[in-house]
């Protein structure tokens, strides 16, 4: 199954993008804010 992260600090349309992803099969991450990834860092696998 595909992964796909999601940076979007607009919660509502991060939560509609991730239903609609899902909805075709793929496994969704979300982060609110781009620099909460760097500091847990990028290259994680998801």
Same mark, same amino acid.
């Given at each position: 199954?595909?992964?796909?992260? @999601?940076?979007?600090?607009?919660?509502?349309?991060?939560?509609?993008?991730?239903?609609?992803?899902?909805?075709?099969?793929?496994?969704?991450? @979300?982060?609110?804010?781009? %620099? @909460?990834?760097?500091? %847990?860092? @990028?290259?994680?696998?998801?």
């Amino acid at each position: 199954m595909t992964k796909i992260l @999601i940076v979007e600090d607009e919660q509502n349309l991060a939560r509609f993008i991730e239903l609609e992803l899902e909805h075709e099969n793929y496994t969704v991450d @979300i982060e609110n804010d781009g %620099k @909460i990834r760097s500091r %847990k860092g @990028i290259n994680k696998q998801l």
